[in-house]
Nanobody
Framework: QVQLVESGGGLVQAGGSLRLSCAAS????????MGWYRQAPGTQRELVAT???????NYADSMKGRFTISRDNAKNTVYLQMNSLKPEDTALYYC?????????WGQGTQVTVSS
């Protein structure tokens, strides 16, 4: 069973930065991919960014140039560096891992951006 624990969320002013972390219970080298998704109240969960086992990254268009996903295999941790935050980035951010075609999710960490 894969467990994912997010941290790093909080309240920040528009234009500020946050770094989210997602710690996995096992070696992330065995995961096909990991990523971040977010969900604001009344909306569907949406892709933020993903990173493959080979290090290939993918971003939603609205996050390109502002967000950076990275991974530290030695720490079994994936990060999301978020810069130039906007009020519309306010959401619950979820960590995702795919292993043998099964999706695993963390509990989420809240990010709130004030204007």
């Amino acid at each position: 069973q894969v467990q994912l624990v997010e941290s790093g969320g909080g309240l920040v002013q528009a234009g500020g930065s946050l770094r989210l972390s997602c710690a996995a219970s096992g070696s992330i080298v065995s995961f096909n991919a990991m990523g971040w998704y977010r969900q604001a109240p009344g909306t569907q969960r949406e892709l933020v960014a993903t990173i493959s086992s080979g290090g290939r990254t993918n971003y939603a268009d609205s996050m390109k140039g502002r967000f950076t996903i990275s991974r530290d295999n030695a720490k079994n941790t994936v990060y999301l560096q978020m810069n130039s935050l906007k009020p519309e980035d306010t959401a619950l951010y979820y960590c995702n891992a795919v292993k043998q075609f099964i999706n695993y999710w963390g509990q989420g960490t809240q990010v709130t951006v004030s204007s």
